[in-house]
């Protein structure tokens, strides 16, 4: 029972009150005095392992217990798994009936005052919310009406434009801003994709329908616009806690703002160590900036970590160090020491691949679970030597972004080239590589293999029995059949509108054909690059320089294969024996994790190898002419020390083969493992 209480205007906070959870007992001091802050704003630095939900959860609970009506309490998270998971918590201290009714994502929030309030913005309240194939379809529609020749000018795919409009509303910039910074190849198309991005505006307001980015747009246009709405909703809200809010972009940290205006019990939990998203539209100023904004803001600092040793905290402290932009903090241990984490130097990628696959049998035998590790890396294709390993050794694996690299479509777009030149007969690349082309779907391909066929067939001379002295004698070269012929016998029945592309296919095969490209890998997938696929791959993905980036790798990782049916045979192989795909039949199997280190934020584990450290691969040497770009990468690096619990592997080759077939190239460590004092880590040479 409450012994008294003060009511205050428009903040119901009790003092002296009996309470149900004894917050002393089960938070330590620097949480107990984030979940206990007093009204007012607060910024709450969370470091890695320190307990971030824990404390959202108790600041929750506390808030409740104080007397504060569930309804009057804004959460707002970035999944609603999250929310879920925290009011559950919040159920389980206070009993099932506590529950905050307004807790969820911001665009789940967003959809709700959308739904009570759109008439006032010119949308019937019956408004469709696109998903983003919705939202591509209607790109589409867009496109055909505007009479742009897309074909003259290489406008990018509606899923592309799609990102690239996103982007511009996350990121409140213009359409030419954004273009010079992230696509600087489409520019030149800034007042078509402008005109575009009208039309489309147009077209979901006549259509009464909404996008997922209008969830936010439109709310904040809604709060600002109609004064009595945004009264309403500053009065009913007494507290806004909003979770991981160094992930936050302009709009949302707006939203936050102008709702949380006339009371000021604004509580921001988030890591400004671990910002790791500008790519997406997060905007690292929002947290940064926070107690400027706020004058009076409370920051608390919770940096007790119970997730790793004192010697992974050590090595993580130190490498965050170097960022001049940051609130400072140390994160301190709650375990007991552990080993020092190990800085692995290996001769080449394939041996570092060895390393890792060995290490992880052997803690495997030494009672560590495959589930408890993780392998990391900064981009896809630094893993490609890694999964071999792990397939020819039969060790399970899964990847967190559920595509293995081998089989993503970019590279089996190129590998379809190389097939076929080996395999003239091979149906699947045939038809892998015209349905590509515009104009072209399942029919049509069926029609242009059948008159391919036809083509090559009469162009084969006839087999000759060689003489018994010739059996079994190798040749000079891979002899091979000339695809001309057939793509000739195709010509004529191309679709118009697929006759430019099919005269560049045709070109590039024949290009191809010269033996001095037939026999190297690396020249052919360059050829593929060079003669059209490189520019399918801007009109096609918003993430193109990435995959740019993994054919060029795929050409480096070519060299050591000394025909295409070795390489070929090794790629089948590799895909034949993937133990990752028994991930479907068997959930319960152990299997050792591979996640470029965006996909593992949030996650732990027991062992973390995070591997390919090499100057201009991590960081990537696209960041390291941008100061702000480069604390980026070294927050990434970060994010990835701070996964270990127990132990911490930091894995680089002092060999890889160059770009463009200029042989072998000497590697220096990253950055971010020569700046740091030799006392956080212990070097181990393999041999």
């Known amino acids: 029972m409450a012994k008294e209480y003060q009511l205050k205007r428009d903040n119901v906070v009790k003092s002296d009150v009996d309470l149900r959870i004894d917050y002393r007992g089960e938070l330590n001091d620097q949480q107990y005095a984030a979940v206990t802050s007093p009204k007012g704003p607060a910024l709450v630095i969370a470091g890695a392992g320190a307990g971030k939900t824990r404390t959202l959860t108790y600041r929750v609970a506390y808030l409740l217990e104080q007397g504060i ?41 967003g959809a709700r005052m959308l739904r009570r309030h759109c008439e006032l913005i010119g949308y019937k309240q019956d408004f469709t919310i696109m998903d983003r ?25 509606a899923k592309v434009l799609a990102d690239i409009i996103s982007l511009v509303v996350n990121k409140q910039c213009s359409m030419e801003a954004l273009l010079e910074r992230q696509f600087p190849y489409f ?64 709009i949302q940290s707006d939203l936050v703002d102008l709702i949380g205006a006339r009371h000021q019990n604004v509580m921001v939990v988030g890591d400004d160590s671990q910002s790791i998203y500008s790519w997406r539209g997060a905007h690292f100023a929002n947290i940064f ?14 940096e007790v970590n119970y997730r790793s040793t004192p010697e992974i905290l050590h090595f993580a402290n130190a490498v965050i160090r170097a960022n001049t932009n940051q609130f400072a903090k140390q994160l301190e241990p709650a375990r007991k020491p552990g080993m020092e984490p190990l800085v692995v130097v290996t001769n080449d990628a394939h041996e570092q691949a060895m390393f890792v696959a060995q290490r992880a049998l052997e803690l495997r035998d030494e009672g560590i679970e495959l589930n408890e590790m993780a392998i990391l890396y900064r981009s896809h ?21 559920g595509i293995r690299f081998f089989e993503q479509a970019h590279i089996k777009d190129v590998t379809a080239y190389i097939k076929l030149l080996v395999n003239s007969a091979d149906e699947l690349s045939f038809k892998r590589i015209v349905k590509l082309m515009p104009g072209v779907g399942a029919k049509g391909a069926d029609k242009l293999w059948g008159l ?3 083509g090559i067939a009469k162009a084969e001379p006839p087999a000759q029995e060689l003489p018994p002295e010739d059996l079994g004698a190798e040749p000079d070269w891979t002899p091979f059949a000339s695809l001309v012929p057939g793509l000739e016998a195709c010509a004529p029945k191309v679709p118009k509108k697929t006759k430019a592309p099919w005269d560049q296919f045709h070109a590039t095969i024949e290009q191809m054909e010269d033996p001095e490209i037939r026999t190297s890998v690396p020249k052919m997938i360059r050829h593929v690059l060079d003669a059209g696929y490189e520019d399918y791959l801007q009109s096609e993905y918003s993430n193109y320089k990435n995959r740019q980036e993994d054919l060029e790798q795929l050409a480096v990782y070519a060299e050591q294969f000394e025909t295409p049916e070795a390489f070929l045979t090794q790629l089948a192989l590799e895909t034949d024996m993937d133990p990752g795909k028994k991930q479907e039949v068997a959930d319960d199997e152990e299997r050792i994790r591979l996640s470029t280190i965006h996909q593992a934020k949030g996650l732990e584990f027991k062992v973390v190898f995070v591997i390919m450290l090499c100057e201009g691969l991590f960081p990537s040497e696209r960041s390291t002419n941008d100061p702000e770009s480069e604390e980026e990468e070294r927050r990434l690096f970060y994010v990835a020390s701070t996964r270990a619990m127990d132990e911490l592997y930091l894995c680089y080759p002092l060999m890889r083969f160059a770009q463009r077939g200029s042989g072998d190239l000497y590697q220096t460590p990253s950055r971010f493992i020569t700046e740091l004092p030799a006392d956080v880590y212990e070097e181990l040479r393999v041999r």
């Not at 804004?74 to 559950?88: P, S, V, Y």
């Not at 991005?197 to 909404?210: A, G, T």
């Not at 246009?221 to 806004?240: C, T």
């Not at 294709?381 to 972004?401: D, G, K, V, W």
């Open 289 to 302: 900036e926070f107690p400027k904004r706020y004058g009076d803001a409370k920051v608390h600092k919770i």
């Open 452 to 454: 391919f066929q036809m």
């Open 187 to 250: 520019a030149h198309l800034e007042d078509e994709m402008s005109k575009i991005l009208k039309l489309y505006q147009e077209r979901k307001r006549s259509n009464n329908m909404m996008d997922f980015d209008d969830l936010l747009v439109r709310w904040l246009y809604l709060l600002r616009s109609n004064a009595e709405v945004l009264e309403q909703y500053q009065r009913q809200f007494q507290f806004v806690l909003v979770d991981e809010y160094q992930d936050t972009n302009r």
């Open 69 to 109: 009506p569930a309804d009057r309490i804004l959460l707002l998270t970035f999944t609603n798994k999250a929310a879920r998971e925290m009011m559950q918590r919040v159920g389980d201290l206070l009993g099932n009936d506590a529950y905050v009714p307004w807790g969820g994502t911001f665009h789940s929030i």
């Open 133 to 157: 194939e919705d939202a591509v379809d209607l790109l589409s529609t867009c496109i055909g009406e505007s009479k742009i020749d897309i074909k003259a000018t290489r406008f990018p795919k």
């Open 381 to 401: 294709f630094h893993a490609m030597e890694l999964q071999m390993e792990l397939t020819s050794r039969n060790i399970p694996f899964s990847i967190t972004s």
